[in-house]
């Protein structure tokens, strides 16, 4: 499971979550979303970046109370995020891009460390004008489901 953000000229991650596993509990939790991404990621980059705006999903570690208190405590704008509206968000297209790096890496990965060592190598090898093309594009991806009525877009 991977973590990544975007942002114009600024990227983060990837983040590879340790811990998981099969069965009730051991996958992303809010502790290990918070313990893994929040802490050591996203609250140094806003204590940097105090104007911009943090994104997520309706993912449960996002939602959840433990996540939405932290956030709010250490004063970082969460853009609301409506129902069923994962197509809006450009990091989806850049885990598209970070599989099209993958698959560039040679040798093959054949190991989990291998996989670790690639997965790093192709998300610094995606283009920033890639990502910052995606960013520039969230206006748009908006304005797209206003206009649909919040129905399915183009993105």
């Known amino acids: 499971m991977l973590w990544g ?9 990837p983040v590879i979550f340790q811990g998981l596993g099969p069965g009730p509990g ?11 991404v929040l802490h050591p990621h996203v609250l140094p980059f806003f204590q940097a970046h105090a104007n911009g705006v943090f994104q997520h999903d309706n993912a449960r570690p996002h939602t959840a109370r433990a996540t939405q208190d932290l956030l709010h405590r250490s004063g970082i704008q969460v853009m609301p995020w409506p129902a069923l509206s994962p197509d809006m968000n450009p990091i989806e297209q850049c885990w598209d891009l970070l599989q099209t790096q993958l698959n560039r ?21 995606i283009p920033r004008q890639a990502s910052n093309t995606l960013v ?12 649909a009525n919040g129905g399915h877009t183009r993105y």
């Open 105 to 125: 890496v040679v040798p093959r990965p054949t190991t989990v460390a291998d996989l670790d060592r690639g997965v790093r190598q192709a998300w610094t090898n």
């Open 136 to 147: 520039r594009s969230m206006h748009r991806r908006c304005q797209a489901v206003i206009d």
């Open 5 to 13: 953000t975007i942002g114009q000229n600024q990227v983060l991650g």
């Open 26 to 36: 051991n996958g992303v939790t809010a502790q290990r979303y918070m313990d893994q």
